[in-house]
T-cell receptor, first 114, second 112 residues
Framework: AQSVSQHNHHVILSEAASLELGCNYSYGGTVNLFWYVQYPGQHLQLLLKYFSGDPLVKGIKGFEAEFIKSKFSFNLRKPSVQWSDTAEYFCAVSIRGATNKLIFGTGTLLAVQP | DGGITQSPKYLFRKEGQNVTLSCEQNLNHDAMYWYRQDPGQGLRLIYYSQIVNDFQKGDIAEGYSVSREKKESFPLTVTSAQKNPTAFYLC???????????FGSGTRLTVV
């Protein structure tokens, strides 16, 4: 069965530090990749997505992610985090050509200290 | 504004009772989904529906039931057979052929 792994369950950073959250998936075929964010008390929101083309994708609020097919990875990065980035981040995968259903990772809770 | 409405926001249930969570969307989306969110486990798919009057089980369907009689509505019933129902439940929808989801604000169910 397909699965998504997020290795960092809880990350604590100071403001202005750089961020990289890992995401790996297990599926040999073509996938669509997503990062969602859930700010405290708010809806899940889409940060960025990758369907095809340039493997480096840019999202909202200065986030970017790089798809490395050979490593089955889609890591999320931000050069300089802010206190307002404190949230839970979810990586998700859907299989191209199948139903739209998303398979989510277990999430990474990011706390940014001012 | 278009979106997904989940109600109620908080729900308390006694053990042995069935309870139904509401999910309504006015986005004209074909597909709708129910996820369960538990700390440290991410979101797990309970049921999904791609068209009216049709739905499929997700990864953790046992103890849950759904219906899709209208395009706008996808209610989830948590039955007494669900062994550990206390959780945060999220409903989502998407257009057919699109991989972008819109999420509701969730219902937190507590069994007392």
């Amino acid at each position: 069965a397909q699965s998504v792994s997020q290795h960092n369950h809880h990350v604590i950073l100071s403001e202005a530090a750089s961020l990289e959250l890992g995401c790996n998936y297990s599926y040999g075929g073509t996938v669509n990749l997503f990062w969602y964010v859930q700010y405290p008390g708010q809806h899940l929101q889409l940060l960025l997505k990758y369907f095809s083309g340039d493997p480096l994708v840019k999202g909202i609020k200065g986030f970017e992610a790089e798809f490395i097919k050979s490593k089955f990875s889609f890591n999320l990065r931000k050069p300089s985090v802010q206190w307002s980035d404190t949230a839970e981040y979810f990586c998700a995968v859907s299989i191209r050509g199948a139903t739209n259903k998303l398979i989510f990772g277990t999430g990474t809770l990011l706390a940014v200290q001012p | 504004d278009g979106g997904i409405t989940q109600s109620p926001k908080y729900l308390f249930r006694k053990e042995g009772q069935n309870v139904t969570l509401s999910c309504e969307q006015n986005l004209n989306h074909d597909a709708m989904y129910w996820y369960r969110q538990d700390p440290g486990q991410g979101l797990r798919l309970i049921y999904y529906s791609q068209i009216v009057n049709d739905f499929q089980k997700g990864d953790i369907a046992e103890g849950y039931s759904v219906s899709r009689e209208k395009k706008e509505s996808f209610p989830l019933t948590v039955t007494s057979a669900q062994k550990n129902p206390t959780a945060f439940y999220l409903c989502a929808s998407s257009r057919s052929g699109s991989y972008g989801y819109t999420f509701g604000s969730g219902t937190r169910l507590t069994v007392v």
